[in-house]
């Protein structure tokens, strides 16, 4: 069973918050930026360095030589890498040295800008 943890970027000050279920359901989230917040998940894996892995990350994948931005398949109820070239690939099981966090959509997203030149 993974861990549920969710982590949201603060739109106003630019920064990221982390939280575990635990802080959420005795603290919630700070109430003065609930309104920018955009709450991305936990997806239950690691990259090659241990660093966990949240949706909206982007990930450079060393098997295929190419980056994109993890996320979910809703209607399957898997994790999808959605590459920049519009291919997506589920995440059922997989080899997490594989992978290595390069930034996320919100922060960084001028990486996916250099995938897409290449």
């Known amino acids: 069973m993974r861990e549920i943890k969710f982590r949201a970027f603060d739109v106003e000050s630019k920064s990221m918050i982390y939280r575990d279920m635990e802080t959420i359901t005795k603290f919630g989230w700070p109430i003065v930026a609930t309104i920018n917040l955009l ?3 936990f997806t239950g894996l690691h990259d090659k360095n241990g660093k966990e892995i949240f ?3 982007i990930v450079h994948h060393s098997y295929f030589n190419e980056s994109g931005v993890m996320g979910w398949d809703n209607s399957r ?3 999808v890498l959605r590459y920049v070239d519009g291919k997506t690939q589920e995440m059922f099981k997989i080899d997490e040295s594989s992978f ?3 930034g996320n ?3 960084h997203p001028h990486l996916l800008e250099s995938e897409v030149k290449k």
């Open 39 to 41: 709450l991305m998940e």
């Open 55 to 57: 949706e909206g990350d």
């Open 77 to 79: 109820g898997t994790r």
């Open 100 to 102: 290595e966090i390069i």
């Open 105 to 107: 959509i919100h922060e």
